[in-house]
């Protein structure tokens, strides 16, 4: 039977519940700053922020992305304005 | 139907297509589908990505024929194959397409040679469908709605460009439950009719005698699933979800990373593992970190016993009762996607116990110091009475034998204890080197011995050369009164240990026959990180533990034949392990459910286990040294049943400790353990360094 704390495994940002982007991110600080074993190469903070936008920022920018690529007749014009001599 | 647009109508939600196509769908008698990012979406971000573990699968059967070829050439093979069947179509055809049985056949007759044959290609092509189906999710609101069409007697066909036959596309729909509200499947590979050039819908008008003017085509293509059905007069529905192109691209961005830093490699295959669409439902706390932490933990450990049996050519694998119980059910699961060629060891259960072996073990040796030892390690034992629990003894019988060194069945014998004297101790130590007492313990436990014995052999124990042993693990005990149980025959396997952890309380004697090898964590190799599995045993324990009760003994009845006997579940602490079985049924079933897709999600990412070790590491410190209260509420044990446990009480420290192990402690204690986890972490690197 479902109750309150009942959530899915994959948050609405496609991370994974209890184990997020957030997490590592902190778990990067503390590699920085601390012994706390191996990681190989560990993360990487270039990566780490790049997810961090995507999963929690990426909704907003996904839906602009996708509606500005379905503007075919803007597209078009931007096309024929860009091929004009001197345009 | 009213008049078409000049463009194709573009919903960029799932559930804004479906209320759209519903308005729409009133007016057409006949709604066509294109297949893949519409009705099913990949959890992959490149649909090729599929043919990497299929190419890898080839290369192992040409191994096992004798003919090396590295997956990557298989690969380029199939690629170059295709592109010259798409390019021979494009020669007669407006649409350059290709179609998988014929270009894989050539694919393997190259290989095989004369060796491939229909059989052959079957088995191939079973093994892709398989991937696709592991990859493969149907999108809830489409497939509900298409469901809704059919059931209200509306013609439901589904279009594909794609190389694979309509007759392979009918099994992955078949897998997703929609085949049956489908009235046919078109697919550009049989008839090289595609939708991209738009000749397809001409095709399908005239076989299923179709009126453009009343029919509705969706799909996800601005060309082929847009322009194309407009300019033949059908009116098209586009589905651009912008949300299931973030998904996308955030499965790339790990995809990649993992390419680059081994670290995102446990992590890629954890994004491609998760639930999408309808099987992402609401699930409890305990089901989450089953699926998200213990899962890909034990599905991997379970990869690295399964990589080191075939390194080491090991032929028969036991998983110990009973937390081999679930490690069994998740080797089944993950096993056929990630080794289909087979070339794995034959796999059993095996029922022990440490109570059960204990006594078995000393019927050959007698009751060595580091196994007499072990049992003082739980602080509830104290005494004599205590060891003769643990070896299923009789401490009256014993008793004059503890007399000659000046012992009593009750002298404190462990310094978690008050009342203990080390004098009492060496006294011990001297009663283990008594020959008249090891004489009287051998003949104490070799009614145990002959069942274990009769128990193994029907098993076929003794039939492999090698065998490796599947556990939890810790100190090893089990295998330890195994091999002792063993050690007088002549036909004995060398014990392989692979155990989960190693953490070597009691030094292992590792021989050429007997050695343990903890792959998450090894006490032997010093990874610091991995050590933190060690703030919570019992719940790795727990976790896997088989919902029946633990064995007793082994014993022989009145034919000669073994016997194993359990223990009564009927007191409280049989209730109390009833109880904790209830409490721990969904973190069990989250595990068994991410061990059904980890395969194919390894595969995909790396099919090996390179680069398991950093993700591991990173969960284990993350979410056992670094846990949040409400993580260690939700997934601390109820009952945990030590067999070995006794029932006295030790001694309290002479000063209070002030920091906790918050998995050991609740209320405030727990609060300042979980704050203070940074400081305790290296408190724990100063244990580990030291010992």
Known sequence: MANGDDRPVLTRHFDLAGNGVGRTLRHWVRIKTSIMGNYDTGPGLRCLLTLVVLHRFGRPLFRLRTWLNNQYAFKARVRRLLRRPGG | MKALPSQPEVCYSQSELVRRGRELARDADVVTFD???????RRTHNPDLV???????ISNLSRAAGREFHWRRVQELRDAREKAMRAHTGETHADHEACYPDFMAEVLAEIFGDDAGDALLQKVTDYELAIENAMLVPRAGIGDWLKELAAAGKRVIVLSDIYLPAAHLERLLDHAGILPHVEKVYSSADSFLA??????????????????ARWLHVGDNPISDGFRPLEHGIRPLLLQDSEEFRRRAIAARHYFYSLKRPFWRGRAIQQLMAPLEAENVPRSPR????????????????????????ERNIRKLYFLSREGWMFQQVWEKITPLLYP???????????????ALAGASCAFQGMSEDRANIVFLPAGNRCFRDVCRVFSLDP???????????????TVLSPAHEGFEIDNRRAFEELLRDPDYQDAVRAASAHAKAALQKYLESVGFFDQADVALVDVGWLGTIQRFLHAAIAHRDDRPNLHGLLLGASRGIPFLTTNDNAIEGLVYDREKFDFAASAILYARDLFEEACRAPYPTLNAYELDES????????????????????QDRHYADLQQGVLDAADRFAAASGIITQRTVGYRPWINYLLVSKLAFAKRREINALRHLHHLDDFYGSGTPRRRRRPKLLHNPWEVRGLRQIVGCLTAGWQFRKHLRTMINH
């Open chain 2, 35 to 41: 297949l893949f990012d519409t009705l099913l979406v």
């Open chain 2, 51 to 57: 043919k990497l573990p299929v190419a890898r699968y």
């Open chain 2, 195 to 212: 939708k991209a050039s738009g000749l397809a819908y001409a095709m399908v008008a005239e076989r299923e005698g179709l009126d453009p």
């Open chain 2, 287 to 310: 089901y989450r970190e089953g699926y998200n932490f213990l899962g890909p933990v034990i599905a991997m450990y379970l990869h690295l016993v399964a990589e080191r049996c075939r």
């Open chain 2, 341 to 355: 060629e087979g070339n794995l060891p034959e796999t059993e259960y095996l029922y022990v116990s440490r109570q």
């Open chain 2, 396 to 410: 009256e019988a014993m008793a004059p034998h503890l007399a000659r060194h000046g012992l009593e069945i009750d």
């Open chain 2, 560 to 579: 000669g034949a073994h016997r194993l006997v359990f223990r009564q579940m009927d007191d409280a602490i049989g209730q109390g392990e009833q109880a």
